[in-house]
T-cell receptor, first 112, second 115 residues
Framework: LAKTTQPISMDSYEGQEVNITCSHN???????ITWYQQFPSQGPRFIIQ???TKVTNEVASLFIPADRKSSTLSLPRVSLSDTAVYYC?????????????FGKGTKLSVIP | NAGVTQTPKFQVLKTGQSMTLQCAQD?????MSWYRQDPGMGLRLIHY???????DQGEVPNGYNVSRSTTEDFPLRLLSAAPSQTSVYFC??????????????FGAGSRLTVL
């Protein structure tokens, strides 16, 4: 099972770009990297997923280096509504373990 | 399309009582799972299932039972509630193959207090 390590918390001012890095040194060949966002009193929700290089959607970008031992979630021009806990999840494509275990996440606080 | 529905949203139990948290999904997902979330602990996997009739243990299975008789439903049973089981419980589902296997849809959560 790929274990993930993220910073516990981060602060950012409104309008800045925020980069949250997740370390996953023992990622397996079939593993995808998926990021989630969780607001207080809500369940986590999917943000973005990638396997290698760079992925971008309307919400965020995900950068994955060639060795795939880490990944960086990039949130452009954050606003107060981006204050949340962000989790990275590394798991198998279904060919192996189905134990999708989360780390403790990164609490992002956006400051006016 | 309701997604993942959890009931009840709130529940208070006394120590030793039993109860069942319900989870239902309407997306035809093969994979379903239960997590508990405690302050500062992130999400911890309790049990999961990759299809009807198939269940397995996660990180913290003690004190909980599950069954999967249909694709849609995955109830979580607390056999004899203890104060240590006070937590917020989330049910999640996804497809079981390919990249979509990691794209979990979560329910809104069930907040359980054991006195």
């Amino acid at each position: 099972l790929a274990k993930t390590t993220q910073p516990i918390s981060m602060d950012s001012y409104e309008g800045q770009e925020v980069n949250i890095t997740c370390s996953h040194n023992n990622i397996a060949t079939n593993d995808y990297i998926t990021w989630y966002q969780q607001f207080p009193s809500q369940g986590p929700r999917f943000i973005i997923q990638g396997y290698k290089t760079k992925v971008t959607n309307e919400v965020a970008s995900l950068f994955i280096p060639a060795d795939r031992k880490s990944s960086t979630l990039s949130l452009p021009r954050v606003s107060l509504s981006d204050t949340a806990v962000y989790y990275c999840l590394v798991g198998a494509s279904g060919a192996g373990s189905y134990q999708l275990t989360f780390g403790k996440g990164t609490k992002l606080s956006v400051i006016p | 399309n309701a997604g993942v529905t959890q009931t009840p949203k709130f529940q208070v139990l006394k120590t030793g009582q039993s109860m069942t948290l319900q989870c239902a999904q309407d997306m035809n997902h093969e994979y379903m799972s239960w997590y508990r979330q405690d302050p500062g602990m992130g999400l911890r996997l309790i049990h999961y299932s990759v299809g009807a009739g198939i269940t397995d243990q996660g990180e913290v299975p003690n004190g909980y039972n599950v069954s999967r008789s249909t694709t849609e439903d995955f109830p979580l049973r607390l056999l004899s509630a203890a104060p240590s089981q006070t937590s917020v419980y989330f049910c999640a589902s996804s497809y079981s193959q390919g990249s979509r296997a990691n794209v979990l849809t979560f329910g809104a959560g069930s907040r359980l207090t054991v006195l």
